[in-house]
Each structure stands twice: as C-alpha cells, then as structure tokens.
C-alpha cells in the first residue's frame, strides 16, 4: 500500500476522530497531500490538504471543524475532525501530489 491511511471508525454525533496517512518510501517526496471523501450516491469531494510546507487548505464546509496538519519527521499528515455530524459519514481518501496517488479509503460513520 502506497499511502497508508488510518484512524477511521464509528462515532456519535457530536464526536471527534483523527485520520493518519502516511506515504511509503518510495513516494516519500511529496509537494502535497489532503483528504477527500465520498458519502454513499454522492461525489467525491475535497476535504482539505496541505502543501510539505504547511500551507492549508479547507473546502469551506470543514473550515473551522476540521484540521489538518503534518508530521515532517514522521512524514505523515492527519485531519483532526471535530464536532462530527451524520453527514461527515463517508469513506476518507488521502491523496498526494504529484500524482495524483490515492489511498485506499478508510470509513467514517457518525451515529446519529
């Protein structure tokens, strides 16, 4: 697996979760990575990203629920998602620039 995401799972409303991706060795180098996803009958969307510099970006429905952030020495980033509703359920794609490369989703579900 070339992009190794974790930390989904199953919620209640109201909740919180932390999603890790981590790229492997051989596509360690990256100008930029973030998170999509894509809720049952409905495209996939941006959620955000962030460039190896640290520059974030948000799609304006997650700005100031969702955070994301990285890790040089780990090489990983993560989307600290607060504040959870039914309607963040979807499966989590991490992805990275240049490519693009896709992970391989990991499910979110908030209980309502």
């Known amino acids: 697996v070339q992009l190794q995401a974790s930390g989904g799972g199953l919620v209640q409303a109201g909740g919180s979760l932390r999603l890790s991706c981590t790229p492997s060795?051989?596509?360690?180098?990256?100008?930029?990575m973030g998170w999509y996803r894509q809720a049952p009958g409905k495209q996939r969307e941006l959620v955000a990203t962030i460039t190896n510099f640290g520059v974030a970006n948000y799609a304006n429905s997650m700005r100031g629920r969702f955070t994301i952030s990285r890790d040089g020495a780990k090489n990983t980033i993560y989307l600290q998602m607060n504040h959870l509703t039914p309607e963040d359920t979807a499966v989590y794609y991490c992805i990275r620039y240049p490519g693009p490369l896709w992970g391989q989703g990991t499910q979110v579900t908030v209980s309502s």
């Open positions: 060795r051989s596509i360690a180098n990256w100008s930029r």
